[in-house]
């Protein structure tokens, strides 16, 4: 099993950025994507970006291309998702997961962490 945890929660004005990390533990070796999702206030919880593990190939929401950066230090065992000139739209919780098959790597993610809010205001 794989045990995830986020930090970074915060509350930023329209336009400007926040990061948000999340940490593995446990079987780390057997990642093969990590996954940022986001579920806003009565919304399904959505894909925002993933990263292979090994690779590093990098995947994204059409919603955020261009404006959030997904990193990895495999060293660390940490996930990185950089999020610049945000919109309101960009409220939700945010959820990081990992999983452990090449398949689609915006689908079938088998962990989860507990949440971190990011709050943007207009």
């Known amino acids: 099993q794989v045990q995830l945890v986020e930090s970074g929660e915060g509350l930023v004005q329209a336009g400007g950025s926040l990061s948000v990390s999340c940490a593995a533990s446990g079987r780390t070796y057997r990642i093969k994507y990590m996954g940022w999702f986001r579920q806003a206030p009565g919304k399904e919880r959505e894909f925002v970006a993933a990263i292979n593990w090994s690779g590093g190939n990098t995947y994204y929401a059409d919603s955020v291309k261009g404006r959030f950066t997904i990193s990895r230090d495999n060293a660390k065992n940490t996930v990185y998702l950089q999020m610049n000139t945000l919109k309101p739209e960009d409220t939700a919780v945010y959820y990081c997961?990992?999983?452990?098959?090449?398949?689609?790597?915006?689908?079938?993610?088998?962990?989860w962490g507990q949440g971190t809010q990011v709050t943007v205001s207009s």
């Open positions: 997961a990992a999983k452990f098959d090449e398949l689609r790597y915006s689908i079938g993610y088998d962990y």
